[in-house]
């Protein structure tokens, strides 16, 4: 079945480091990506997504480009802060041709930022 | 800004006992799911439900578990007769279309079985 595979955390970052998470996925059909954040003590929210090949999502500074060629949808981010620290969760849906909305997830990756 | 909202934050309850969580989801949205993450492990799917109905359910949604809409505004999980291993955090989301369309989540509810 369907799968998503992120990079083990902790990952502990100094303020304005480069950030990469690390995503692949295993899916049947043409699935959207997706990055959820979650800040302490609060539910998961939509980082960003991209629907397509090649598709590029962006928000609040992170970036992450749909690779169908490596099956990857890294995070990134060129100078991360010390509000970034979350728990990042890497996701897909619609891997069987688009016939169900449920997300799958990765197991997520912690983001410590220091100052 | 609408959001989806969950209670209670945490419960506690003891093993055999029914449990129902609630959840209001986003005014307009039709669809809406249940998610689960045990301690240390992905976050997993439950169940989908539009039109009053279940639309979709994983392996783990077993005769255990039921959804309802009972109202027009809330959403509940329950869990008849609980397990320990059952003690995870349940996450309730809802959407407002089919397909690759965002979910918007609530902040969870922590359920540990004792």
């Known amino acids: 079945g369907d799968s998503v595979t992120q990079m083990e955390g902790p990952v502990t970052l100094s303020e304005e480091a480069f950030l990469t998470i690390n995503c692949t996925y295993t899916?049947?059909?043409?699935?959207?990506l997706f990055w959820y954040v979650q800040y302490p003590g609060e539910g998961l929210q939509l980082l960003l997504k991209?629907?397509?090949?090649?598709d590029k999502g962006s928000n609040k500074g992170f970036e992450a480009t749909y690779r169908k060629e490596t099956t990857s949808f890294h995070l990134e981010k060129g100078s991360v802060q010390v509000s970034d620290s979350a728990v990042y969760f890497c996701?897909?849906?619609?891997?069987?041709?688009?016939?169900?909305?449920?997300?799958?997830f990765g197991t997520g990756t912690l983001l410590a930022v220091q100052p | 800004e609408p959001e989806v909202t969950q209670t209670p934050s945490h419960q506690v309850t003891q093993m055999g006992q029914e449990v129902i969580l609630r959840c209001v989801p986003i005014?307009?949205?039709?669809?809406f799911y249940w998610y689960r993450q045990i301690l240390g492990q992905k976050v997993e799917f439950l169940v989908s439900?539009?039109?009053?109905?279940?639309?979709?359910k994983s392996e783990i949604f077993d005769d255990q578990f039921s959804v309802e809409r009972p109202d027009g505004s809330n959403f509940t999980l329950k869990i008849r007769s609980t397990k320990l291993e059952d003690s995870a955090m349940y996450f309730c989301?809802?959407?407002?279309?089919?397909?690759?369309?965002?979910?918007?989540f609530g902040q969870g509810t922590r359920l540990t079985v004792v």
């Open positions: 989301a809802s959407s407002a279309l089919m397909g690759n369309t965002e979910a918007f």
């Open positions: 899916a049947t059909g043409y699935p959207s």
């Open positions: 005014s307009n949205h039709l669809y």
């Open positions: 991209a629907t397509k090949a090649d």
């Open positions: 439900f539009y039109n009053n109905e279940i639309s979709e």
């Open positions: 996701a897909l849906s619609g891997g069987y041709g688009g016939a169900t909305n449920k997300l799958i």
